[in-house]
């Protein structure tokens, strides 16, 4: 079974700072690579997520991860954080397997998730 | 577009009741919805995956008895926790997705369960 995880917990920055969001994930076949971001008292919203082709994926907000698939690793990049950008964020995993039939597909692991906090 | 509604967002109720939370797609079919439940603090754990029109797969440890999962339409799928405790107090989050395997999931905003 595949497992993600979160290096960090709880990353504090001020405005400006450079952002980096470990992510590591244990599975040695296909995977689509997620992640997600919760802000306080909101439901989950996908911010980029990688299939296929180019690893380094943009997403919404400013927001790029890098899928390297020697390290197993998907981080999520930003160079200049914004208060607004306080939130949880989570990796998530989604592996194919082929002989577990149509109940595998878009099953996601997620990891631990990390809190991210940015000082005006 | 890609809406997914869940209802109720927070329900308070005794030891032994059941209750069931709804999740909805509002404008796309579902063809799978998954569950998940979420530990203050902790990530989200997968319970089950739903397939329309099909029997529910539950994840490893979750009693198939205890919460109930229907998922009797392409837009609708609901899950009953039965005689539910203190115990499964928790936050429940319902997603949807179009069922291939490269279909992103889209999420309900949650439901605060809490059992007195």
């Known amino acids: 079974a595949q497992s993600v995880s979160q290096h960090n917990h709880h990353v504090i920055l001020s405005e400006a700072a450079s952002l980096e969001l470990g992510c590591n994930y244990s599975?040695?076949?296909?995977?689509?690579l997620f992640w997600y971001v919760q802000y306080p008292g909101q439901h989950l919203q996908l911010l980029l997520k990688?299939?296929?082709?180019?690893?380094l994926v943009k997403g919404i907000k400013g927001f790029e991860a890098e899928f390297i698939k020697s390290k197993f690793s998907f981080n999520l990049r930003k160079p200049s954080v914004q208060w607004s950008d306080t939130a949880e964020y989570f990796c998530?995993?989604?592996?194919?397997?082929?002989?577990?039939?149509?109940?595998?597909?878009?099953?996601?692991?997620f990891g631990q998730g990390t809190i991210l906090t940015v000082h005006p | 577009g890609a809406v997914v509604s869940q209802h109720p967002s927070w329900v308070i109720c005794k030891s032994g009741t059941s209750v069931k939370i709804e999740c909805r797609s509002l404008?796309?079919?579902?063809?799978?919805m998954f569950w998940y439940r979420q530990f203050p603090k902790q990530s989200l754990m997968l319970m089950a995956t739903?397939?329309?029109?099909?029997?529910?797969?539950?994840e490893q440890g979750v009693e198939k008895d205890k919460f109930l999962i229907n998922h009797a339409s392409l837009t609708l799928s609901t899950l009953t926790v039965t005689s539910a405790h203190p115990e499964d107090s928790s936050f429940y989050i319902c997603?949807?997705?179009?069922?291939?395997?490269?279909?992103?999931?889209?999420f309900g905003d949650g439901t605060r369960l809490s059992i007195l």
């Open positions: 404008d796309f079919q579902a063809t799978t």
């Open positions: 997603s949807a997705s179009g069922g291939q395997f490269n279909q992103p999931q889209h």
């Open positions: 998530a995993v989604n592996a194919y397997s082929p002989d577990a039939g149509g109940t595998s597909y878009g099953k996601l692991t």
């Open positions: 990688y299939f296929s082709g180019d690893p």
């Open positions: 599975y040695g076949g296909t995977v689509n």
């Open positions: 739903s397939n329309e029109g099909s029997k529910a797969t539950y």
